[in-house]
């Protein structure tokens, strides 16, 4: 730490006036204090709850606004650093102050666990570390951890239309915490997840180091990969590889009903969608729609696909793999790779300016289950799947089942700690929204219902899940003291199957006091 080499007390006025905290008589004053001393600009801000600002601050990248009541735990103070130091600084201050720290990007921790907890915390908020800096000559790129996903595409596609990044289609994600769970996306079927595209990072440990690839050891870097965040550290940056994609590139959309035989449809594709082209990648996302009949309602399948490649080679191709389709010229449209991540946000594919709106998409409640499934489902059992759709609390509803194979299946379940990987037919992301807090338990109870019912179709011998859609459901560690390797082992083992034995003694050299710690963090071996 570099000490500064002048007076601390203005930067020490301006936490107390932006906080709005009485040193004197304020029960946490020494945590303050602390942090007064050792950031070492003005830039940097505390807010604390008496603070005006504080609420917006707070709220600012809150995705999922179930975690935004009243009753919600609050933060004791979000710091927003600037710099390495004051992220070092943070880190050192809440060690020593009795303060548990969670690490917010974007804020899309659908369980928010990134901005919650229920002991005393701090949020360390990344939103100023944002910088996104491309070298097309290498076909690489740093990002940092507080970038958002559309911010990291926007800044490529200024620079080049030939180089994007298999990561995933929301564009208002946080990339800390995304590649920190994996990141698949529209390019996986083509190159995998976005945290098999990690080259080098940089992150704080618990003891205030600044780590590279190099000074971290390979096994760390394994871990930051795919390994969950807010667990082994802070990771500030990336350094990512850029893949080639065309400067055309084709998408389509069918839509089929119940009445439309999109039972029989989803059938064949399930049985073909992994086994076609690198260069296709479907999916399948079914939600409650209007019926022709006035008054009544249906459930959609809508299949939608990317190809790397032009309309003219996509029509013959599908129409010789899944003529059940019916896909027609006027289902396809071209576009550059950047828009496709637009069309599938269900955004305007232009401008791409939209790409750098972080408020673009509405914020709700939700709760979200994920499953991989590597036998296909019976019609009978898609239809009644279906059919639970047009149960109450749905009508906010969508499940995106996302075909694998491709690069997936090439790459080795313990390369990076996200070991989904040989033998899936497609990946199935359940979500529930409700715009009333009332609704709420209506909407969760179907949610564990639907995700019941797909346990004859998941994974057999333990029901895999996807970290980056976290599920509170499935396990969590102890609020306070120990949580053993058994304990975390009920949800550890699903997120990563094998893998979490080697998460577990890394956690172990890297945090063995585990000071970076939350309701699914990698625990240590050893009690602190």
């Known amino acids: 730490m570099k000490f500064l080499q002048f007076s601390v007390l203005p930067f020490l006025m301006v936490i107390l006036s932006v906080s709005g905290a009485n040193l004197t008589h304020h029960p946490h004053r020494d945590f303050l204090r602390c942090l007064s001393l050792r950031i ?49 600084s943070t880190i050192f201050c809440s060690k020593n102050y009795g303060f548990q720290l969670r690490i917010r990007s974007g804020g899309h921790d659908v369980e928010g666990v990134s901005y919650v907890s229920q002991v005393p915390f701090v949020v360390l908020d990344l939103v100023n570390f944002r910088d996104v800096k491309v070298d097309t000559k290498n076909e690489v790129a740093w990002v940092q951890s507080g970038a958002t996903t559309g911010e990291l595409y926007y800044g490529i596609a200024a620079k080049t239309q030939t180089l994007g990044f298999p ?23 083509k190159y995998g997840l976005a945290a098999d595209h990690i080259i080098d990072a940089k992150m704080v440990d618990a003891n205030g180091r600044v780590l590279h690839r190099k000074s971290m050891g390979e096994d760390l870097f394994w871990a930051i990969r795919g390994g ?18 065309p400067p055309v590139v084709t998408v389509f959309t069918v839509n089929k009903n119940l009445e439309q035989n999109a039972t029989k449809i989803f059938h064949r594709w399930q049985q073909i969608a992994h086994k076609l082209p690198n260069d296709l990648f479907t999916t399948v996302w079914v939600m409650k729609v209007n019926s022709s009949q006035v008054g009544k309602k249906t459930v959609q399948a809508s299949f939608k696909g990317l190809f790397l490649g032009r309309i003219d080679e996509l029509i013959p191709l599908i129409q010789y793999a899944f003529p059940e389709l019916g896909l027609a010229r006027e289902n396809c449209t071209q576009m550059s790779w950047v828009q496709s991540v637009l ?47 047009l149960e109450e609390g ?6 995106m089942m996302e075909a694998f194979g491709g690069k997936m299946n090439e790459i080795r379940e313990n390369e990076i700690p996200f070991p989904h990987r040989s033998g899936i037919l497609f990946e199935s992301v359940y979500i529930v929204q409700w715009i009333n807090e009332e609704d709420a338990g209506l909407c969760i109870n179907w949610m564990r219902r639907l995700y019941n019912y797909m346990s004859s179709y998941a994974s057999k011998s333990l029901r895999e899940a996807y970290y980056n859609y976290k599920d509170l459901d499935l396990g969590i560690n102890n609020v306070n003291g120990y949580t053993s390797y058994e304990q975390a082992s009920v949800w550890g083992l699903k997120y990563f199957k094998n893998n979490f034995k080697r998460l577990v003694r890394v956690k172990t050299m890297i945090d063995p006091t585990n000071f970076f710690s939350n309701e699914q963090s990698i625990p240590p071996l050893l009690s602190p």
């Open 343 to 389: 069309y599938f946000g269900a955004l305007p594919i232009e401008p791409v300016e939209i790409l750098l709106n972080r408020s673009a998409l509405p914020r709700l409640s939700l709760k979200a289950k994920t499953d991989y499934i590597r036998e296909p489902m019976s019609e009978a059992g898609f239809e009644g799947f279906m059919n639970m759709f």
């Open 40 to 88: 070492e600009n003005s830039c940097t801000i505390t807010y604390t709850h008496n603070n005006p600002s504080y609420p917006s601050v707070l709220n600012a990248s809150i995705q999922n606004t179930r975690f935004s009541t009243p009753t919600t735990p609050k933060p004791y103070a979000i710091i927003t650093p600037r710099k390495t130091s004051d992220v070092q």
């Open 167 to 189: 990561a995933g289609i929301c564009h208002t994600i946080g990339i800390g915490g995304h590649l920190s769970g994996g990141g698949f996306g529209i390019l996986g079927r």
């Open 394 to 399: 749905t009508d906010l509803a969508i499940t």
């Open 228 to 245: 969950g965040g807010n667990t082994f550290g802070v990771v500030l940056a990336w350094k990512i590889k850029l893949v080639p994609v």
